[in-house]
């Protein structure tokens, strides 16, 4: 990938995550799941995936399908910078007029299918995998969880069946941004070795550093990694990533923040120093 | 024509139609042969089969999803209800040993909180065959509807000459004035036995096929109630969420009551064993249902005598 590439990847993120903390506020978000996959959706969206503002409804489009749900500001604020909504829009977050919440939702073009319950996903992109394959097509059908997300029974049912089928136009990617919702992963429901977990189960496996949009571009344009065998990039990510006062915190899952703090935090984005906040830290929501 | 055949027949005339199953091939074991890539088996796992039958219906198909009852009710029930029921996808389940056809199985394959758990789906829509023939009637305009759908499968043999299915509409095999009897699925034969058994003592009895319960055939159930007589709601259910609970929201949404027996499975599972002794036991034959009726009208129940004899389920999984 050229630096230049690189450069306006970075630039177009950085927006991204703008958004991000903007919709931080009046009622929050998961914003520290929502930032730890922002360079993957922004890399996926911007230079990976055939599908495009016009071309959401297209039968041969890439597939991409958001398990993990809670981190859509990461995909509201990447279809706001490619077109696939009007920024605005964005101002109706949680607003009962429009359909701008926590968890994404098919009245948001470009949304291919809702989420919110963890571990449905994988088996929703297994059937529109397994229709691809059906159709003759070459495109792709990937699903993006979390890594607390694999503690779900259904997806190592799906992880079976994919392997059964050797569907290898099916690609899992997992967020491995080290939390669930309020504690460490090591340290409650231990996922490593996680590579050879899912080798066992007869994927092929790649893992990078997801937020570095070379490794990104690597790893996606090897696609798909075997011919009989389904795909799965685990992503090593920091939740929060982007901002330092809220990277890699077990307390900062949901964030609220105050208006006063937003204006701090958009700062932080950019100087990448720590500002002090003081608003309630909500483990649960 | 039998199930596996009907199926068969509109999978190969609707490229859209998608065979699924979690392991459970007893009415569809020479399909994988005709239908190859369209004949998909997740294997033991009723989640990713309903995940997967949502995912293919996103894509305009239309899956047909086989498994049995309870487990597909039970133990899948949350894809059911948000991949599929927040979806409004077209995946129809055919829902194997429903009731007490899943007789000799024990409490854990007991589909009878199905009808219940089903229709409280927005947009869900649930039926209940008499016998063989009347669902191999009903399930072309069930796979053809765009509407998700739950089907009780009942592949049990009649000797009713039903009438046409109509999408929503009840099937009045006759109307009495002393009692008339609701019923859907398999006990639809034991309450035709029913009937004749207390037309011989002389009372007048009703019995409608309910065939949907979703949407429900409200003009009918009122119909049956302003006749006046004793209504039964007959069904291998629990007595809470299924047909006894229609008829009551019916009831109450037209501000009107009626005298009322239920006979369903009250806050209990059934005793397992073959068809024959579930049905004896839990007092479900034609022969006990006349009798449980004609005692509640003020008739002597034990001028009702004659035994009903009951053909043995066919399936053992």
């Known amino acids: 990938m050229t630096s230049e590439k690189q450069d306006e990847l970075k630039a177009l993120a950085l927006r991204v995550r703008e958004h991000i903390v903007r919709l931080s506020t009046d009622g929050g978000c998961f914003t520290g799941a929502s930032l730890s996959c922002a360079d993957l959706l922004v890399y996926l969206y911007a230079d990976f995936l055939n599908i495009s503002p016009a071309t959401v409804d297209a039968p041969d489009r890439d597939f991409l399908f958001l398990s993990k749900g809670h981190d859509v500001p990461a995909l509201y604020g990447t279809f706001a910078e490619l077109g696939f909504m009007p920024k605005e829009r964005l101002a109706n977050h949680l607003k009962a007029n429009d359909s701008i919440y926590w968890h994404p939702n098919r009245a948001v073009p470009g949304v291919e299918f809702h989420s919110g319950s963890l571990g449905h996903l994988p088996s929703v992109g297994l059937g529109v995998a397994l229709d691809n394959r059906m159709r003759g097509l070459k495109n792709h059908t990937i699903v993006i969880t979390g890594d607390g997300e694999l503690n779900e029974g259904s997806v190592w049912e799906t992880v079976l069946v994919a392997a059964a089928h050797k569907l290898s136009n099916f690609t899992l990617v997992v967020d491995r941004n080290h939390f669930q919702a309020n504690v460490a992963t090591e340290d409650l429901i231990p996922l490593e070795p996680l590579g050879p977990k899912f080798e066992a189960f007869g994927w092929a496996v790649q893992r990078i550093d997801g937020h570095d949009f070379a490794q990104l571009e690597a790893a996606f344009g090897a696609l798909p990694f075997a011919a009989d065998r389904p795909s799965v990039i685990i992503c090593d990510t920091v939740r929060g990533r982007g901002l330092p006062s809220i990277e890699a915190r077990a307390d900062r899952w949901f964030c609220n923040f105050s208006a006063d703090e937003v204006v701090e935090l958009l700062k932080e984005l950019h100087s990448q120093e720590s500002t002090t906040l003081t608003s309630e830290t909500l483990t649960v929501r | ?317």
């Open chain 2, 1 to 317: 024509m039998i199930y596996e055949e009907l199926i068969k027949e509109t999978a190969l005339a609707d490229d859209r139609l998608i065979v699924m199953t979690a392991e459970n091939r007893a009415l569809i074991r020479n399909l994988p042969a005709v239908l190859g890539p369209r004949f998909i088996d997740t294997g033991i796992t009723e989640q990713t089969l309903i995940g997967a039958a949502a995912g293919l219906a996103l894509r305009g198909r239309i899956p047909v999803v086989h498994a049995l009852a309870t487990f597909l009710t039970l133990r899948a029930f949350e894809f059911i209800r948000t991949d599929v029921g927040i979806g409004q996808l077209p995946v129809k389940i055919s829902s194997f040993v429903p009731g007490f056809l899943s007789d000799g199985n024990g409490p854990t394959h007991q589909a009878i909180e199905d009808v219940a758990l089903m229709r409280g789906i927005p947009g869900m829509t649930v039926f209940a065959p008499a016998d063989e023939a009347d669902m191999l009637g009903m399930l072309p305009q069930i796979w053809a509807s765009p509407s998700p759908a739950y089907v009780r499968i009942n592949t049990r043999p009649g000797t009713y000459q039903h009438a046409p299915f109509e999408m929503g509409k009840a099937e009045v095999v006759a109307t009495g004035t002393d009692a008339t009897i609701l019923v859907y699925g398999m006990l639809f034969e034991q309450a035709l036995i029913a009937r004749e058994l207390l037309e011989a003592q002389g009372k007048s009895v009703g019995l409608i096929n309910m065939r949907t319960l979703k949407p429900v055939d409200e003009a009918a159930l009122l119909q049956v109630v302003q006749a006046g007589g004793l209504v039964v709601t007959l069904e291998d259910h629990f007595q809470t969420g299924g047909l006894y609970s229609i008829l009551a929201e019916v009831l109450l949404k037209n501000e009107l009551t009626a005298k009322v027996l239920p006979i369903a499975l009250n806050e209990r599972w059934y005793k397992p064993g073959l068809l024959s002794e579930v049905l004896e036991y839990e007092g479900f034959t034609g022969q006990h249902i006349a009798r449980r009726i004609a005692e509640k009208l003020g008739a002597n129940p034990a001028a009702i005598t004659t035994k009903t004899a009951v053909v043995e389920n066919q399936f053992a999984e």
